[in-house]
C-alpha cells in the first residue's frame, strides 16, 4: 500500500476506533439510557433545572418515530456523502482526462508535475 | 413535546446529575430558549449571516469554478452533523464540520452553510429548532468557524504544518461551538445557588468531556479531506491560499508529499 493510502487508512481507521471504543468499553453503562439521543435527555433536564418553563414553541413538523427520524439522518449523510463524492469523482476524472489529453499531444504539458510518472493513467499514480 | 410534560411532574434530582444529562445538548432544542433570548441571539447572528450571504454571493460570482468546492464544504458539514457518535461520557453529540469550510473560504461563508445545515435540521428532524435557530447559528456557523479559522491562521504564521494547523482549526471550531452552547444554556438557565458562573463551569466541564474525543474525530476527518484535497484540488487550493504557489504549502506537509513522489 502506498504511504498516501496508509496514513488515508489510518485517519479513518483512528475515528472509528474513537467511536466504538466507548461502546466496547462500556462506558455508558452507568446510564439508565446508554447512548440515547442527547437532545431529548436535554429537554427533560431543562425542565427540571426550572420545572415551571414550558417550551413555547414546538417544531413545526416532528418524524413520527425514532426510524423515521434516523431515516431521515441517513437522508442527510448520504445527501453530504453523494455531492463529497461528485466533487472527488468530478476532480478525479478531469486529472485524468488532463493526463490522458497531454500524452496524446506530447507537445502540451498538462499543469500539473510528473507526466511520465502518470503512464499508467488509471493506477494511483499520486503525484505529490 | 410529550416527554416534557410527563418528566416535570418528578422531584428534580441533584443539580450534577441534571447537568449530566443536559450536557450533551448538540443543539438547543425547539422552544427551550426563553424568547428574549432566542430573539437576543437571532439580532446577534442576523449581521454575521448576512454578511455570510454577501461574501458567498461575490465569491460564486468572481469565481464560478469555486462553486464545486464550497458545495463539498456544505455537504462535509451536512456528514458529520448527521453523525451521532458516542462518546467516553457514555452520551451521543456530533461534530459540526465547520472548520473545513472556514479554513478553505474564510469564516463568513460558514454562517451562510452552517445556518442552512441547521435550518434542514430544523424543519425536517426536529433537531434544534426555529425559535432557537439564532442562538445554534450564533454557536456553529459562527463562533465555530471563527475560533477554528483563528486558530488555523495563527499555527500557519508560526510556521506549524499544514495538516496539523487544519487539525487543530477543527478541532477549535468543533468544541467552540459546544463551548458557546453551554454559555447560551447557562445565561438562559443559571444555577439556583451559583448562577451563570457555577452554571457555566458546569455545563463547560461536562461538556469538554463528551465532546473533546468527537473533536479529536472531527480534526481527523477533515485533515483526511484535506489531504484529498491536496491531492485532487492542488489549483484551487493554491487559489485560495491554503497551499503557497509553486506546490509548497509552506512547511512539513509539502516535503513530506514531495519526499512521497
Known amino acids: 500500500?502506498?504511504?498516501?493510502?496508509?496514513?488515508?487508512?489510518?485517519?479513518?481507521?483512528?475515528?472509528?476506533?474513537?467511536?466504538?471504543?466507548?461502546?466496547?468499553?462500556?462506558?455508558?453503562?452507568?446510564?439508565?439510557?446508554?447512548?440515547?439521543?442527547?437532545?431529548?435527555?436535554a429537554e427533560t433536564a431543562i425542565t427540571e433545572i426550572e420545572p415551571d418553563?414550558?417550551?413555547?414553541?414546538?417544531?413545526?413538523?416532528?418524524?413520527?418515530?425514532?426510524?423515521?427520524?434516523?431515516?431521515?439522518?441517513?437522508?442527510?449523510?448520504?445527501?453530504?456523502?453523494?455531492?463529497?463524492?461528485?466533487?472527488?469523482?468530478?476532480?478525479?476524472?478531469?486529472?485524468?482526462?488532463?493526463?490522458?489529453?497531454?500524452?496524446?499531444?506530447?507537445?502540451?504539458?498538462?499543469?500539473e508535475t510528473g507526466s511520465a510518472a502518470g503512464a499508467a493513467g488509471d493506477l494511483e499514480t499520486r503525484e505529490a | 413535546?410529550?416527554?416534557?410534560?410527563?418528566?416535570?411532574?418528578?422531584?428534580?434530582?441533584?443539580?450534577?446529575?441534571?447537568?449530566?444529562?443536559?450536557?450533551?445538548?448538540?443543539?438547543?432544542?425547539?422552544?427551550?430558549?426563553?424568547?428574549a433570548h432566542a430573539v437576543a441571539w437571532g439580532v446577534a447572528s442576523a449581521p454575521f449571516i448576512v454578511h455570510g450571504v454577501r461574501s458567498l454571493t461575490?465569491?460564486?460570482?468572481?469565481?464560478?469554478?469555486?462553486?464545486?468546492?464550497?458545495g463539498a464544504s456544505g455537504a462535509f458539514t451536512f456528514v458529520l452533523s448527521a453523525l451521532k457518535l458516542p462518546s467516553v461520557t457514555g452520551s451521543c453529540s456530533h461534530p459540526t464540520g465547520t472548520g473545513l469550510g472556514a479554513i478553505l473560504f474564510r469564516p463568513p461563508m460558514m454562517a451562510v452553510l452552517g445556518t442552512i445545515t441547521l435550518l434542514f435540521q430544523a424543519l425536517l428532524l426536529a433537531?434544534?429548532?426555529?425559535?432557537?435557530?439564532?442562538?445554534?447559528?450564533f454557536s456553529m456557523a459562527i463562533v465555530g468557524p471563527w475560533a477554528g479559522y483563528a486558530l488555523y491562521r495563527l499555527l500557519r504564521r508560526y510556521g506549524a504544518p499544514l495538516m496539523a494547523a487544519v487539525f487543530f482549526g477543527a478541532f477549535?471550531?468543533?468544541?467552540?461551538?459546544?463551548?458557546?452552547?453551554?454559555?447560551?444554556?447557562?445565561?438562559?438557565?443559571?444555577?439556583?445557588?451559583?448562577?451563570?458562573?457555577?452554571?457555566?463551569?458546569?455545563?463547560?466541564?461536562?461538556?469538554?468531556?463528551?465532546?473533546?474525543?468527537?473533536?479529536?474525530s472531527e480534526g481527523l476527518l477533515t485533515v483526511f479531506v484535506m489531504r484529498l484535497l491536496v491531492q485532487s484540488s492542488r489549483g484551487e487550493l493554491v487559489r485560495l491560499g491554503v497551499l503557497l504557489p509553486g506546490g509548497r504549502a509552506g512547511t512539513g506537509k509539502k516535503a513530506d508529499s514531495g519526499a512521497v513522489a
Open chain 2, 127 to 137: 433537531h434544534g429548532g426555529l425559535t432557537t435557530l439564532g442562538a445554534n447559528a
Open chain 2, 172 to 216: 477549535a471550531a468543533d468544541l467552540s461551538t459546544y463551548c458557546v452552547t453551554s454559555a447560551q444554556l447557562a445565561l438562559a438557565f443559571p444555577d439556583p445557588v451559583s448562577g451563570f458562573w457555577g452554571a457555566l463551569g458546569k455545563f463547560g466541564s461536562i461538556f469538554a468531556l463528551t465532546q473533546i474525543p468527537l473533536a479529536v
Open chain 1, 53 to 111: 418553563y414550558e417550551p413555547w414553541f414546538a417544531p413545526l413538523y416532528e418524524p413520527p418515530s425514532g426510524e423515521v427520524e434516523s431515516a431521515l439522518f441517513a437522508l442527510q449523510a448520504a445527501l453530504g456523502t453523494g455531492v463529497l463524492a461528485y466533487y472527488f469523482g468530478l476532480r478525479r476524472g478531469r486529472r485524468q482526462g488532463e493526463r490522458r489529453a497531454a500524452e496524446a499531444q506530447p507537445g502540451a504539458r498538462p499543469g
Open chain 1, 1 to 41: 500500500m502506498k504511504r498516501n493510502t496508509a496514513v488515508n487508512a489510518l485517519l479513518l481507521l483512528a475515528v472509528a476506533a474513537l467511536a466504538v471504543l466507548p461502546l466496547a468499553l462500556g462506558l455508558g453503562d452507568h446510564k439508565e439510557e446508554p447512548f440515547a439521543g442527547a437532545d431529548a435527555e
Open chain 2, 58 to 70: 461575490r465569491e460564486v460570482r468572481e469565481h464560478p469554478e469555486s462553486t464545486l468546492l464550497l
Open chain 2, 1 to 35: 413535546m410529550s416527554p416534557v410534560s410527563q418528566e416535570t411532574g418528578q422531584g428534580a434530582s441533584t443539580i450534577h446529575e441534571v447537568l449530566e444529562r443536559v450536557c450533551p445538548v448538540m443543539h438547543i432544542a425547539e422552544g427551550f430558549l426563553p424568547p
